[in-house]
């Protein structure tokens, strides 16, 4: 069936339908606005938006894939906050000629990551629209009290949870249809796919009060460190030895060079500054983060910038600048 | 200067810039996400889409009303629950070769109706598109617990605040440059691009637990009069020489009779049912509510739906679905 057959009304009974009653919704889906309860006096909002052509490609991008994504790099955002998410709404704009199934199937993929990351949808919009595009917000909670980016200081650790790049290389592998051994391919595509918010890690770093400042890696390591800099008024060095790479990304490394760890985007994993008397804390906590942690640099005086440099001590140039939604630069880095 | 001079993040750092930080932000603008502070362990939120070419038109649209009527239509929906709003986000799609003006102005039209309903900008997401599109989330609090669509009971009597009609009117001018009285344009004209949210009224509807169900007008009366009664499984009779109409759209009614106020969207008014004992309770509050209120109708068995009705006893036919994003239908009501 059609949007244009259904309309608007009956597919917001069909989404409410098969939307779940999470805790705290008073009022759900289907009146004006949601009612919802609140602990902890206090709450986090975060808003995400996904354009067709821009931010995602219908050609190697399922509705379910996107459905998913479009929740994921918002509980990224509750997670870089050391919060807890917790109710959704979204607004989606699609052409009146898309199959009903679509749409079905985007909240498919919105349920299937809401119900491992305890997220309820409570309300939105739709309208026709020329192409598809999405508009998330995310509530949350910060339990522990929220982590910002402007808390680190000179002398304190950078981390980072999983690898990086790999995202990148997967987008890469899936427009130039490129060439790469089934496994490594398998991954990297998932990792550009459904990527994974790091909830647990970002919740236990907030409470044994670890991250000193923290932020998701979306824009690129060196764009959103340089955020994150900027908010703490620091400069940092990164040692491009240290960047934690996936085997697949190794297997390309050859041809690619750290760039795509650098500068790539869209990796949702944890950037965050540590203390360095709190090493041997992190160290204990460690395995509960259900991820890999990586020290790859330290913050210095901000006059000193942002600088990545190998075991040789070879300063790379660095793009200050990764990638800018109104400037459309993707920086190469020839080294 | 255009957007892709300024880029992204120079854009979003202008906007911080200029948003005056409001009480309850812990973390506002610049961050992951926002950090709020909620009152009454509970909060309303609602989610709109305001898209190019369908729900406004930039030739007769500015960027700063775009941005007024953004804010208004949320308001709305918030004051519909008898709430009172707080926080926004507002993410936005717009042409990278637009004037960076535009935007600020947009944002103008946000802080001006702002200030006046106590909302603070808290965050949201800017990216390039190919035409202009707005989501706006707005939370608010209902410290009078929120009011639903569902509490209407047969037999109560059915009001509206204001006047209905003439925002459709007002646009149904400025598509086809009608000619209309110097003054009469000017409000219809106001009306349809400056709406007003009725958020005192709302608010001491609730307050005084008068407003057993109420929604607000935005898709044409007898559609959001449908979704009441729906909600609330009860029918309605309405008064067809009942309902409000101000008098620039009495001196263009002999061409269009009621069917603009029936059907006409984007009123914003106020629709709430009440118990006929608390007739006299109302009109002690009546002077406070800021606004004119009417009985238009009453409640009747669900069986016997929605029907309007002439003084004379005359049924008029009625549409029961008004404008729907995907099929497109405005109804025309032939008597």
Not at 36 to 45: H, V
Not at 113 to 132: F, H, P, Y
Not at 209 to 234: E, F, H, P, Y
Not at 264 to 285: N, T
Request: aromatic share 8%; proline share 4%; with cysteine.
């Amino acid at each position: 069936m059609r949007l244009s057959e259904l309309g608007e009304f009956g597919l917001i009974e069909r989404i409410r339908k098969t939307t779940p009653k999470g805790p705290g919704v008073r009022i759900g889906i289907g009146d004006d606005a949601a009612w919802l309860e609140c602990k902890n006096r206090s709450f986090l909002i975060t808003s995400d938006l996904l354009i067709e052509g821009i931010h995602f490609d219908l050609r190697w991008t399922s509705f379910y894939e996107l459905g998913y994504k479009t929740l994921a790099v918002n509980v990224s955002d509750i997670a870089a906050m050391g919060g807890r998410p917790t109710y959704l709404t979204i607004s989606m704009g699609i052409p009146v000629n898309s199959s009903t199934k679509k749409v079905e199937d985007f909240f498919r993929g919105i349920r299937a990551l809401g119900s491992q990351t305890g997220v309820t949808l409570v309300g939105g919009d739709t309208s026709a629209a020329r192409l598809v595009f999405v508009s998330a917000s995310l509530i949350g909670q910060a339990p522990f009290g929220a982590i910002t980016r402007a808390g680190a200081k000179e002398g304190d650790d950078i981390y980072v949870t999983g690898t990086l790049g790999d995202a990148a290389l997967g987008l890469e592998i899936l427009k130039k249809n490129q060439k790469v051994k089934k496994w490594d391919r398998a991954f990297l595509i998932s990792r550009h796919l459904f990527p994974s918010a790091r909830l647990k890690a970002g919740l236990i770093l907030a409470k044994e009060r670890l991250a000193r400042a923290m932020i998701d890696v979306s824009d690129g390591l060196l764009q959103d460190l340089g955020q994150l800099c900027k908010a703490s008024k620091v400069g940092a060095v990164v040692w491009s030895e240290a960047l934690p790479l996936s085997r697949a990304y190794h297997s390309s490394m050859s041809k690619n060079g750290p760039v795509h760890a650098l500068c790539g985007g869209e990796d949702y994993e944890l950037l965050f500054c540590l203390r360095s008397r709190d090493r041997a804390r992190l160290e204990k906590v460690k395995k509960r983060l259900g991820v890999r942690i990586t020290c790859i640099g330290k913050c210095v005086p901000s006059r000193h910038g942002i600088r990545v440099i190998t075991s040789k001590g070879k300063s790379l140039p660095v793009p200050l600048m990764g990638y800018d939604h109104f400037k459309s630069k993707f920086p190469v880095l020839t080294s």
